[in-house]
């Protein structure tokens, strides 16, 4: 594993995974700002579409927020970080 060739190839997909974990922290930063600054609106537009309460309007928002949040963690930030221990490791 210490082929330069690989190590530039795992470089640069730690690379990608970071900005895909930057960007879905992004997402679910724009998520919560909609959800606590327009929700009410969303909300009325929404319950006049699929006869929602405001309870069960909040859980499928709070149930999206956990959702990005788990993906970020274990598709992005996770492998970011193993790849990033072993790329430590063969240079020390």
Do not use: Q
Request: glycine share 4%; with cysteine; hydrophobic share 55%.
């Amino acid at each position: 594993m210490s082929d330069p060739k690989t190590t530039d190839t795992f470089d640069t997909l730690a690379k990608v995974l970071l900005r895909c974990a930057v960007f879905g922290y992004l997402l679910l930063l724009l998520t919560v700002s909609v959800s606590i600054f327009a929700g009410d609106t969303i909300y009325r537009l929404n319950a006049s579409m699929f006869d929602l309460s405001k309870h069960e309007f909040d859980l499928i928002i709070y149930g999206c927020i956990v959702l990005i949040k788990l993906i970020v963690l274990l598709f992005f930030f996770i492998p970011w970080l193993a790849i990033r221990l072993v790329l430590r490791k063969l240079k020390a």
